[in-house]
């Protein structure tokens, strides 16, 4: 059974940095693309970033790009976002999601079957 486990959300104040962890087990995670996605209040749920752990390759929405960094430790099947520059605008519910057999650039909410239960960002201004 996949998996999939979110921590590090939390309050932070705008400019302000966190790190968004996505714990991963039950398959094997050479073989998936995991993504970040977020779903603010009263908006559908969106890419925010993806990477292959086959290939490392990445994938960002262009909302994010220049401050989120999406990386994977594949020895610790974990996957790590790193949101720096953070605005009141990324405030949202993260989530997690893996899919198999997948390019990274394939980072939409249809593509995905498997998600955590999400962790919540706020961002004040």
């Known amino acids: 059974e996949v998996q999939l486990v979110e921590s590090g959300g939390g309050l932070v104040q705008a400019g302000g940095s966190l790190r968004l962890s996505c714990a991963a087990s039950?398959?094997?995670?050479?073989?998936?693309?995991i993504g970040w996605f977020r779903q603010a209040f009263g908006k559908e749920r969106e890419g925010v970033s993806c990477i292959s752990s086959s290939d490392g390759s990445t994938y960002y929405a262009d909302s994010v790009k220049g401050r989120f960094t999406i990386s994977s430790d594949n020895a610790k099947n974990t996957v790590y976002l790193q949101m720096n520059s953070l605005k009141p605008e990324d405030t949202a519910v993260y989530y997690c999601?893996?899919?198999?057999?997948?390019?990274?650039?394939?980072?939409?909410?249809?593509?995905?079957?498997?998600w955590g239960q999400g962790t919540q960002v706020i961002v004040s201004s």
């Open positions: 039950g398959f094997t995670f050479d073989d998936y693309v």
């Open positions: 999601a893996a899919e198999p057999n997948l390019f990274a650039s394939r980072c939409t909410r249809a593509d995905f079957g498997s």
